[in-house]
Nanobody, 125 residues
Framework: QVQLVESGGGLVQAGDSLRLSCAASGRTFSYYNMGWFRQAPGKEREFVAGIRWSGGSPYYADSVKGRFTISRDNAKNTVYLQMNSLKPEDTAVYYC??????????????????GGQGTQVTVSS
């Protein structure tokens, strides 16, 4: 089994930045596509960003393109989400997710499984 532990959330003002971290254990991290989801109060969980195990261009939801950057450090078994120019509508619990299968030939957000408790991000106006 994989364990995912998110951190880095907090209360910030609109326009500020945060960097979320997700530490993974229990699998060969470098073989798995990783991603971030978020869930705002009263809304369904939505995909935010994803990164392939094999490299290449990351994937982003339209709502965060140009503001958020996903990256990974395989040596540290950690995936990051750098969030800049935060908006009140970014307020949500952010969850890290891992692909159900290693070495996936392609990226599909539907194959990602949320595994952590999430970290709260609150952006005030």
């Amino acid at each position: 089994q994989v364990q995912l532990v998110e951190s880095g959330g907090g209360l910030v003002q609109a326009g500020d930045s945060l960097r979320l971290s997700c530490a993974a254990s229990g699998r060969t991290f470098s073989y798995y596509n990783m991603g971030w989801f978020r869930q705002a109060p009263g809304k369904e969980r939505e995909f935010v960003a994803g990164i392939r195990w094999s490299g290449g261009s990351p994937y982003y939801a339209d709502s965060v393109k140009g503001r958020f950057t996903i990256s990974r450090d395989n040596a540290k078994n950690t995936v990051y989400l750098q969030m800049n120019s935060l908006k009140p509508e970014d307020t949500a619990v952010y969850y890290c997710a891992v692909d159900r299968r290693p070495r996936s030939a392609s990226f599909n957000e539907l194959n990602l499984q949320v595994g952590g408790q999430g970290t709260q991000v609150t952006v005030s106006s």
